[in-house]
Nanobody
Framework: QVQLVESGGGLVQAGGSLRLSCAASVSISSINSMAWYRQAPGKQRELVADISSGGWRHYADSVKGRFTISRENAKNTVSLEMNNLKSEDTGVYYC??????????????WGQGTQVTVSS
């Protein structure tokens, strides 16, 4: 069983920065895809950024140029550097991982979430 534990959330003023980290209980080199999702109050969970085991990155249009996702294989962590934060970035941020197995198919894992609040 893979466990993902997020940290780094908090309260920040608009224009400020935060760095989120997701620590995995297994080697992240075994996790094909890792991502950050967020959920604002009253809204559906949405993809913020994802990164493949090969380092390919994808970002939601709303965060391009402001957020950076990275994998640190030696530490088994995935980080999300968030700069120039806006009030609309407020929400609970979740770490996500997917392992694809040739015969068993894919399995997805979620962290418990960390709150990010941006005050205007």
């Amino acid at each position: 069983q893979v466990q993902l534990v997020e940290s780094g959330g908090g309260l920040v003023q608009a224009g400020g920065s935060l760095r989120l980290s997701c620590a995995a209980s297994v080697s992240i080199s075994s996790i094909n895809s890792m991502a950050w999702y967020r959920q604002a109050p009253g809204k559906q969970r949405e993809l913020v950024a994802d990164i493949s085991s090969g380092g390919w990155r994808h970002y939601a249009d709303s965060v391009k140029g402001r957020f950076t996702i990275s994998r640190e294989n030696a530490k088994n962590t995935v980080s999300l550097e968030m700069n120039n934060l806006k009030s609309e970035d407020t929400g609970v941020y979740y770490c996500y991982g997917k392992i694809i197995r040739a015969i068993l198919g894919s399995t997805t894992y979620w962290g418990q979430g960390t709150q990010v609040t941006v005050s205007s």
